[in-house]
């Protein structure tokens, strides 16, 4: 389907995991190992906050950049990626799963301070489509610009509360997705991992209605990780608080990346981060 990744931590040059890690974005769009797809070379997105300004008053509002190119062909990503400094971002490698390959279909969805990305899918969704459209609230339909699962599923769970509760939004839009797939004779009709940030704190989710999700990592804390490896010249990149959660391990060294368990939320903020029990299947 997708590959995506979602930093938050100290500012840090976004290529350092898009570009440079090992098994970096760009690399799995190239070759995934764990992914349902191996390429994944149809767009990318990258989405970003500004560094924090403290005379600024409310939140912080994110930049995208989206591109149908395949991610290892596109020097812009070099050049923006490498010129930017983000405490928190979001990059995603597309496999179009039916959608057309269109900018307004690659990822980060982006509305006021929040974006979105979503790796799996809404099995059969032009089942579903219209009563999952229609659901959503009058004054966001119109924002929809493109014909994807994803961007519908984003701004159902806008209309259902993302803002005020980010958990019980998805969750609820969740459900919705599931009750209008049963009742059009669809089996398992959630699949995938998403992440919703509204600038501050990134909400990670791992869920599918048949209990066998797309993959999904969260890194160790930083000096834990130092620890293990004290010689590794690279953490230096890496400030205390940096958390990455990605489709799959940036790097093959034993302890840095754990899976994040089935039917499960990650919370990432600035305290740190925890899981919460998601959805039963």
Same mark, same amino acid.
């Given at each position: 389907? %997708? ?15 898009? !570009? ?10 190239? /070759?995934?190992?764990?992914? @349902? ?14 560094? @924090?300004?403290?005379?600024? @008053? ?14 290892? /062909? ?31 279909? %690659? ?11 979503? /790796? ?11 009563? !999952? ?28 509360? !993302? ?19 049963? @009742? ?98």
């Amino acid at each position: 389907m %997708c590959r995506w990744l979602a930093y938050t931590g100290e500012p840090l040059q976004p290529a350092a995991l898009i !570009l440079d890690a090992q098994h970096s974005v760009v690399a799995m769009a190239e /070759n995934s190992p764990l992914g @349902a797809e191996t390429v994944n070379g149809d767009g990318f997105g990258f989405g970003w906050y500004p560094v @924090a300004n403290t005379d600024a @008053a409310g939140p912080r509002h994110p930049s995208v950049f989206r591109s149908i190119e395949p991610a290892w /062909n596109d020097q812009n990503l070099r050049e923006i990626s490498r010129a930017v400094v983000s405490p928190l971002f979001f990059a995603h490698v597309r496999a179009a799963a039916g959608p057309p390959i269109q900018q307004t279909n %690659c990822h980060p969805f982006r509305h006021d301070n929040w974006l979105f990305m979503h /790796n799996g899918a809404i099995s059969q969704f032009g089942l579903i489509k219209r009563e !999952l459209a229609l659901a959503v609230d009058p004054s966001l339909y119109p924002l929809m610009q493109g014909t994807t699962d994803s961007e519908v599923l984003f701004h159902l769970a806008l209309t259902l509360g !993302l803002a005020d509760d980010p958990i019980g939004a998805v969750r609820a839009a969740i459900r919705r997705v599931e009750e209008a797939g049963h @009742a059009a004779g669809v089996q398992f009709p959630m699949q995938g991992t998403l992440a919703v940030s509204d600038g501050e704190t990134v909400w990670a989710f791992r869920y599918s209605s048949q209990g066998r999700s797309r993959s999904l990592f969260h890194s160790a804390d930083v000096p834990t990780i130092r620890a293990m490896y004290p010689d590794a010249d690279r953490l230096s990149l890496f400030g205390d608080h940096a958390q990455v959660v990605v489709s799959e391990p940036l790097n093959d060294l034993p302890g840095v990346f754990r899976e994040v368990p089935e039917s499960t939320v990650a919370v990432l903020d600035p305290e740190g981060y925890h899981h919460e029990a998601f959805l039963d299947a």
